[in-house]
């Protein structure tokens, strides 16, 4: 059963194949790939030219020229006068500044021990900080339009001095986020002094392509699924993006199809986001039929974007159709346009990445919108916090853990449900066993990745653990109720050029309500992906 009605499979389903698709979808979105270089020497150099120790002179004043942050310097070198100017106290004056300098926010830096003068016992330091000269961009003739969006991007930097990191920072994760393009970027040494060279080589990614099959269904409408991606880049602007996926029950007649573009607003990080979706299904036996049509609109934009950490904030509009038809007639209505709020955090670094999320969503009250009022609240709120924390904790272990809550003291649309089965939470089940208002979730993975072999396919073997609990609130003609599943299970990831194969045996180890049968459930999945 996909729902607290029996009756209502059909529909319950529907929301799972809409709910699949975006899953789905989300796939072929990753970021393209961009790498930056710079120098040791570029990124801090400290010269001792024309200085010589004088060990048996002491150190009277400090003068250091040049830097925009000479207060902080002038305080961590004072300890220093006073001292001998011997070459180890020398040496150590020029490690200080550098590290001073490091947890600055100026990028790039030179330091000069000019000279000590015995008779005053003066020592003049100069510093000369980098900044951005000149900035090029080049690359593949046919990704014109996105190299003159990198160089617009880019053009803040040429314009403030010195370079600092957070701008630098902003920058490459701005160029990073562009759909469709692979762009390196590295730093060579200017003309003027302190000058820099900061270029950008722009590769148009080739259009992608996949086919794709998995025993993913449910068994009243058949487990086998077959998909058909593609996605195009550059499509009106550089940097913008179209995705479009269709998906088919081949066991009976079910199938969801959609598209997302993406495309970003400005040079200041803004991004547009819009979808549209349609899935149906279709049971012969109860003569039910299900429609849901969505269309999103969608506006991010980064808040913070460190050298580790990244914040960003959305806001969405959403409208979702959709209805069910018993016999002819129209049981269930659920017409809703729905304003979301999100914010979410990044951290990374070699070892490990957290990500947190938090969304809030809440009805609109616009023309067209109508629900059935025995099943759906017209009006509702909805609160949704999502955790991820992956960790290498052996050079080919990596530990995965995954957490998902929402609350609502409302009755919301199918679409806004908390579903437990799947690929996400209860891979020991058929997607959207059970599905709630309110609910909460968890993962546990290992895996082990061994090198990869001589012709470069990569296998990964992991093991799982995940359950949820979700509450679906009292309706005019239900009670409230509360269900709760978990599951255990095992499997490898191949990955051989153009295939991925996921295998994996599930076996339930907590029911979600009394009678449920299946204790295993073989799981597979195979596509193909080009280029």
């Keep these: 059963m996909g729902g607290p009605f029996p009756v209502l499979p059909a529909f319950w389903q529907a929301m799972h194949i809409l709910r699949l698709f975006l899953i789905i979808l989300s796939v072929f979105m990753g970021a393209p790939i961009l790498s930056a270089q710079v120098a040791p020497d570029q990124a801090g150099n400290v010269q001792e030219a024309g200085l010589f120790p004088s060990p048996d002179v002491a150190i009277r004043k400090i003068v250091i020229k040049g830097s925009r942050i000479s ?81 617009a991007i880019a053009a803040p930097l040429a314009l403030s001095s010195p ?18 393009n692979r762009v390196e970027a590295d730093m060579i040494g200017g003309q003027a002094p302190g000058g ?47 995705d479009m996926l269709y ?53 991010s934009y980064p808040l913070h974007s460190g050298v580790a950490t990244a914040l960003s904030a959305s806001a969405a509009l959403e409208m979702q159709q959709s209805h069910l038809d018993i016999i002819g007639l129209r049981l269930i209505t659920e017409n809703v346009r729905i304003g ?23 009805s609109i009250d616009l023309p067209g919108a109508q629900t059935s009022w025995f099943i759906t609240d017209r009006r509702f709120t909805k609160l949704r916090v999502s955790a991820a924390y992956h960790r290498l904790i052996d050079r080919n272990v990596i530990v995965r853990l995954l957490a998902t809550g929402q609350y609502s003291k409302d009755a919301l649309p199918s679409a806004e449900a908390f579903f437990l089965g799947g690929d996400s939470y209860g891979r020991g089940f058929e997607p959207a066993i059970v599905s709630g208002d309110s609910g909460i979730a968890g993962n546990m993975e290992l895996a ?32 409230r109720a509360t269900y709760g599943l978990a599951s255990t299970g095992a499997g490898v990831r191949v990955r051989d050029g153009l295939l991925r194969m996921d295998l994996s045996a599930n076996r339930v180890i ?22």
């Excluded at 550059?234 to 179209?242: A, C, E, M």
């Excluded at 088919?248 to 007649?253: E, G, N, P, T």
């Excluded at 979301?340 to 809440?362: D, F, M, P, T, Y």
């Design 71 to 151: 207060a902080d310097l002038d305080r961590a070198v004072k300890p220093f006068e006073g001292k001998a100017a011997s070459e180890a106290a020398l040496r150590e004056i020029a490690d200080v500044l550098a590290r001073t300098y490091n947890l600055s926010d100026i990028a790039i830096f030179n330091i000069s021990l000019d000279s000590f003068t015995p008779a005053d016992g003066v020592l003049q330091i100069h510093v000369q900080e980098g900044h951005v000269e000149k900035i090029q961009v080049d690359g593949d003739v046919t990704a014109k339009r996105a190299q003159r969006h990198v160089r």
């Design 163 to 180: 370079l600092r990191k957070s701008a630098l920072q902003r920058v490459l994760r701005q160029i990073a986020d562009m759909q469709g």
């Design 196 to 242: 820099l060279v900061l270029r950008f080589t722009v590769q148009r990614a080739k259009p992608r392509w996949s086919i794709g099959f998995d025993n993913g269904g449910t068994q009243i409408f058949g487990r086998p699924q077959a998909r058909v991606g593609a996605g195009y880049d550059n499509v009106l602007t550089g940097g913008d993006r179209i």
């Design 247 to 299: 998906s088919r029950l081949l066991s009976s007649k079910g199938e969801a199809m959609g598209a997302t573009y993406m495309a970003p607003l400005g040079v200041d990080g803004l991004q547009l986001s819009l979808t549209a979706a349609h899935g149906r299904t279709e049971l012969a036996d109860y003569e039910l039929k299900a429609r849901t049509t969505t269309l999103s609109t969608t506006l």
């Design 340 to 362: 979301r709020l999100g914010l979410n955090w990044s951290k990374a670094n070699a070892q490990a990445r957290s990500e947190i999320g938090v969304s809030v969503s809440r």
């Design 448 to 479: 082990w990745a061994p090198p990869a072999s001589k012709s470069g396919r990569r296998a990964e073997f992991y093991a799982y653990v995940d359950g949820g609990r979700v509450t679906y609130n009292a309706r005019p003609i239900s009670y």
């Design 510 to 531: 907590k029911d979600p309500y009394v009678g449920f049968g299946d204790r295993w459930r073989l799981s597979v999945s195979a596509s193909l992906s080009w280029p």
